[in-house]
């Protein structure tokens, strides 16, 4: 079992950045996929980005290709995501999960594990 622990939201302009960072405790990161989701307000939860077991194959949504980027450092346990270029849509709580497959996944139903998400707001 592994837990998580999101950090790094908060308050931006529209065009700035953010560095989220997500901490896992209990089990090494390379035994698990990793992904990062989002829920704005009144939307279901989406997946942002995912990284697969190994760290050789990521995806990202199409609304943030370019402009984030997700990253792990196994040694440390962290996985981090990048997010440049923000834009007001980009608005919401950012979910880190795990899961136990080797291939990187967009779907819920691949993550066991949930963080309990940070905050996200760009202003326009």
């Known amino acids: 079992q592994v837990q998580l622990v999101e950090d790094g939201g908060g308050l931006v302009q529209a065009g700035g950045s953010l560095k989220l960072s997500c901490a896992a405790s209990g089990r090494t990161l390379s035994s698990y996929n990793m992904g990062w989701f989002r829920q704005a307000p009144g939307k279901e939860r989406e997946a942002v980005s995912a990284?697969?077991?190994?760290?050789?194959?990521?995806y990202y949504a199409d609304s943030v290709k370019g402009r984030f980027t997700i990253s792990e450092d196994i040694a440390k346990n962290m996985v981090y995501l990048q997010m440049n270029s923000l834009k007001p849509e980009d608005t919401a709580v950012y979910f880190c999960a795990a899961g136990t497959r080797t291939f990187v996944s967009r779907f819920e139903y691949d993550y066991y594990y949930w963080g309990r998400g940070t905050q996200v707001t760009v202003s326009s």
């Open positions: 990284i697969s077991r190994n760290g050789w194959s990521t």
